[in-house]
């Protein structure tokens, strides 16, 4: 497997998610700004919230990114955490950021 082509995607899409995140962030502080503003409306109440929780996801892909690459770079990208066993590379072209294999995701699913 390529994985200097990977670490190259996963930081192509690691710019994009910081540069949503910047994005999120400045409408974040508008949201605060109209909320702080009109704390009865609910409707700006529900936007804010909706902002929060993209924040919140595009925290979490980012944290998954910098994980991927970090594995990659110590040479454990594509090994699952728990079984020690290869991922797959069919399983790492759908699920780029996996850790587990699906013998051990299956397992932490019962
Ligand atoms: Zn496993």
Redesign the pocket.
């Known amino acids: 497997m390529d994985y200097l082509k990977i670490k190259k995607q996963l930081m192509n899409k690691r710019s994009a998610v910081v540069k949503e995140l910047d994005l999120l962030t400045e409408e974040l502080a508008e949201r605060e700004e109209e909320s702080s503003e009109q704390t009865d409306d609910a409707e700006v109440m529900q936007k804010k919230l909706e902002t929060l929780d993209m924040i919140k996801s595009f925290t979490d892909t980012l944290n998954s990114i910098d994980d991927a690459i970090k594995r990659i770079e110590k040479g454990k990208y594509g090994i699952?955490?728990?079984?020690?066993?290869p991922?797959g590379n069919k399983r790492l072209q759908v699920f780029p950021f996996a850790i587990?294999?699906?013998?051990?995701?299956d397992?932490f699913d019962e």
């Open positions: 699952c955490a728990h079984c020690r066993k991922i587990y294999c699906a013998n051990c995701m397992k």
